[in-house]
């Protein structure tokens, strides 16, 4: 085997490492929340959002604006997580409380999710196969897209 298929069968071990390794820790993270809130349904569905009140307004305000317009379509399929919200009322007041209210969010008020792996700046986009992470995808400047694949999944 050459040099060079050496470094890329190297490389490609350490960035699967690395991405099943993240997956564990986001698991990790979002199980100890369901201990402390007691939130035992958040992965019983096929995809998660993790939405934190603070970071890329433009892109926590696509998903607040998909929560809003289309969430209700797939709440079959989907679970969506308030994190690190400071005010109930404002989150009402922005998102509605007919959503708010809805059996598929779960408001994290004491902020037990929003640590370790799910600290973000970002929303995140959690496809979930039999309590087990099989993608995350961060909603970002980098990904754009996110939503939209979203959307293409939850058709599906």
Known sequence: MGFRSVLSLSLLIVVLTSCQS??????????????????????DKDYLIVLPRTGCTGCI??????????????SSKLNVLLTDV???KT???KLGE???????????KNS??????????YPLIIYLEKDEIE??????????????NLFFALSE
């Open 91 to 93: 989150a009402r007041i």
């Open 86 to 88: 400071v005010s109930l």
């Open 22 to 43: 993240e997956n564990a820790r986001i698991l990790e993270t979002v199980k100890e929340g369901m201990d402390a809130t007691g939130f035992q349904s958040l992965l």
């Open 112 to 121: 037990d999710f929003y640590k370790g792996a799910l600290m973000s700046l």
């Open 61 to 74: 305000g696509s998903v607040e604006e998909f929560l809003m317009s289309d969430s209700r379509n797939y």
């Open 98 to 108: 007919e959503l708010i209210s809805s059996e598929y969010i779960f408001i994290d």
């Open 135 to 148: 993608l995350v995808e961060e909603v970002s400047p980098k990904n754009s897209q996110a939503l939209d």
